[in-house]
């Protein structure tokens, strides 16, 4: 990616992810959040990470701010508008970043691949396709992209994800279908509750 | 910098976009009216041709009505652009270009055509040739609800409040139908390059047609039935995300006088209106790109031709376009046959069918798979 469209995106997902806090509309903060995760895909792109980047579209911006909308509307937003700043929280959150941004730096600058720009190392995808031949071909649909040339991130992910941590995933898996029969049994608990308080 | 991509890539864009796509639309809310003039058994528009009355002459020449959807245009632009003092002003500008947008921008990853040979280089004739093809289709597509949503809680009043909330809900729900029942597609091709999906399709037989190449192996038959679920779930489905009859209970007239458009008017309601048409032809335009072969001719693959003639690749996009064109005559013969869903049925089929259908497709699908592969 160019360098002027880097800064392009960098501004738009810190200039609207500053808007979420700012903003004393909630709706504006929503759809700021939405914005600014539409800069954060842009960069994902940019690294070659298009799986990634549209993840971040379709989950993030696509599923679950529609929802955080969805609640919102359905909220008083004068009320919400009219509320008062919360000092502590304010300084709280402002001591909270600064201690962010140290342990970013510390971390930063012990990591020197991170010192080479990124146009200087290229992907060596021939190089990792021969490897993979070697290593007994396991997934040839990887390999054919490799060989022609383009990075197969989805096919990467989605092997990295099957093979080699999918007993995580399947915990994952197990969590959330345990949280989603939570929310329902919680829902009708509530339900008996207020049909008991009527009779 | 590569001049020539460049150059080919901004043909691509507004060649597509603009002489493809927004004449389509303006063509299909033509074809609405005389499709629904045929199935009712009227006339339809028929009147609207070249003005020339106005020049003087006895008659107009009327070209079968074909000039109605500029009339319509023109009477859009000419109408009073009304804003009530009540609504959210900047959100309720915004929601129709919301609407708009995405619906357009989703068009850069489908293959309407095969390559096209320019000064002997070969051009794809896809926009963006993308690896995610499908998925980056789905997350352009979901940013489409926040217009209606938008629309609908700016116009701060009743009914398009509803209207937006049912949206929501509704396409939050078939998003889900919408994206198990591509798994089981994307599980046989192994692949989320949409060209390259096309060009499989061309070697060996339509997913829904494997009548020539490798598809007329049992193998390819034994698939027919997974692929033919998740082309009955993926198809009402999209029916739902476009907000087409007989899901369009966002805007169902009967209850909510028109839904999340009720405030709009004049150019302002034009874009609600091109937006849905727009998304009906790109959702036509990816089943056919999925199921039918996109722009491959049947039991004539000629992709390799198309790499070194140029007219081939004009041949393959004009095969698109009637695949596209035929399928959006089915949007519209289903909108004036089937009555509206309820609500409550409209999500219950979503949630309770569709869902579990499409979810049991993945794994029918993976098992036949399996059989088949050894």
């Not at chain 1, 792109?45 to 579209?57: D, E, H, I, P, T």
């Not at chain 2, 009216?33 to 041709?49: E, H, L, T």
């Amino acid at each position: 990616m160019p360098q002027p469209l880097f800064y392009l995106f960098v501004a738009v997902m810190l200039g609207f992810g500053a808007a979420v806090v700012l903003l004393r509309n909630p709706v504006s903060s929503a759809l700021s959040l939405v914005v600014s995760f539409a800069g954060l895909a842009a960069l994902y792109v940019s690294l070659n990470a298009y799986f990634a980047g549209v993840l971040q579209v379709l989950v993030y911006a696509g599923a679950v701010m529609v929802l955080f909308l969805f609640i919102i509307m359905l909220m008083d937003i004068r009320e919400e508008q009219r509320r008062r700043i919360n000092k502590v929280a304010v300084v709280g959150g402002a001591a909270l970043v600064v201690g962010f941004v140290v342990q970013l730096g510390g971390v930063l600058s012990g990591y020197e691949a991170g010192r080479k720009p990124l146009d200087r190392v290229p992907l060596q995808l021939s190089e990792a396709a021969a490897e993979r031949r070697a290593a007994g071909n396991v997934s040839p649909g990887i390999t054919a992209d490799l060989e022609r040339g383009t990075l197969p991130d989805t096919k990467l992910v989605g092997e990295a994800l099957f093979t080699r941590y999918h007993l995580q995933l399947q915990m994952v898996g197990v969590l959330l279908l345990v949280a989603t029969v939570g929310v329902i049994v919680i829902s009708r608990r509530e339900d008996r509750v207020v049909s008991g308080r009527g009779e | 910098m590569d001049w020539f991509l460049v150059l080919s890539s901004l043909i691509k864009i507004s060649g597509f976009t603009f002489l493809v796509i927004l004449p389509f639309v303006a063509l299909s809310s033509l074809a609405e009216r005389k499709v629904s003039a045929y199935i009712q058994d009227r006339v339809g528009p028929n009147r609207v041709g070249v003005p020339l009355t106005i020049f003087g002459a006895k008659k107009d020449f009327p070209l079968f009505g074909l000039i109605q959807p500029l009339a319509d245009g023109l009477k859009f632009i000419l109408k009073e652009d009304l804003t009530p003092k009540h609504v959210r002003k900047f959100y309720f500008w915004l929601a129709p270009a919301l609407t708009m947008v995405p619906a357009l921008l989703t068009c850069a990853v489908i293959p309407f055509g095969s390559y096209m040979n320019i000064g002997g280089r070969e051009v794809k004739m896809v926009i963006a040739d993308l690896n995610v093809g499908p998925l980056f289709t789905f997350a352009i597509a979901s940013l489409g609800v926040y217009g209606i949503v938008l629309a609908g809680w700016a116009s701060n009043s009743k009914y398009p409040f509803l209207g937006g909330v049912r949206s929501s809900s509704q396409m939050i729900s078939y998003e889900i139908a919408l994206g198990l029942s591509v798994v089981p597609v994307l599980m046989v091709f192994q692949e989320l390059n949409l060209g390259m999906i096309v060009e499989e399709q061309d070697k060996n037989g339509w997913l829904l047609l494997p009548l020539w190449g490798e598809g007329l192996s049992w193998q390819r038959w034994a698939l027919l039935l997974p692929m033919g679920i998740s082309f009955v779930v993926f198809t009402i489905a999209m029916f739902a995300e476009t907000n087409r009859m007989p899901f369009d209970l966002p805007e169902c007239e009967t209850e909510l006088v028109a839904g999340y458009h009720t405030e709009y008017s004049s150019m302002k309601f034009a874009m609600f209106f091109l937006g849905e048409y727009a998304a009906m032809i790109i959702g036509s335009g990816l089943i056919v790109t999925l199921f039918l072969g996109g722009w491959s001719i049947p039991f004539l693959p000629t992709a390799e031709l198309a790499k070194t003639t140029w007219w081939m690749g004009l041949l393959h996009m004009g095969c698109f376009l009637t695949k596209v064109a035929a399928f959006i005559f089915f949007f519209m013969w289903v909108r004036w046959t089937l009555p509206r869903f309820r609500f409550d049925q409209l999500m219950r089929l979503g949630w309770v069918f569709f869902f579990e259908l499409a979810l049991a497709n993945v794994f029918l699908t993976a098992l036949i798979l399996m059989i088949v592969k050894r």
